[in-house]
């Protein structure tokens, strides 16, 4: 995959926990077209939106199925 990326221009990669109550339940990978470090304000804001986002897939519960919908659960 990194190949890939490289070809993409990306030049590095941030991975970020999704956090809930502190356990870790994913990550957010944040491509970069620059090779280095994210400045810490940068960090702190990606790590705070990521940390918002873990809380809204633990809450997320889908509308219930309309009759004009197709259900491709098995």
């Given at each position: 995959m990194?190949?890939?990326a490289v070809r993409c221009g990306y030049r590095?990669?941030?991975a970020l926990p999704l956090r809930v109550q502190?356990?870790?339940i994913?990550?957010?990978n944040l491509l970069l077209g620059r090779p280095g470090a994210l400045p810490e304000s940068d960090?702190?804001?990606a790590q705070?939106?990521?940390d918002v986002a873990a809380l809204a897939?633990?809450?997320w519960t889908p509308d219930p199925l309309r009759?004009?919908?197709i259900d491709t659960r098995t």
């Open positions: 990194a190949p890939l590095a990669v941030h502190h356990r870790t994913g990550a957010v960090l702190s804001l705070a939106l990521a897939l633990v809450h009759p004009t919908d």
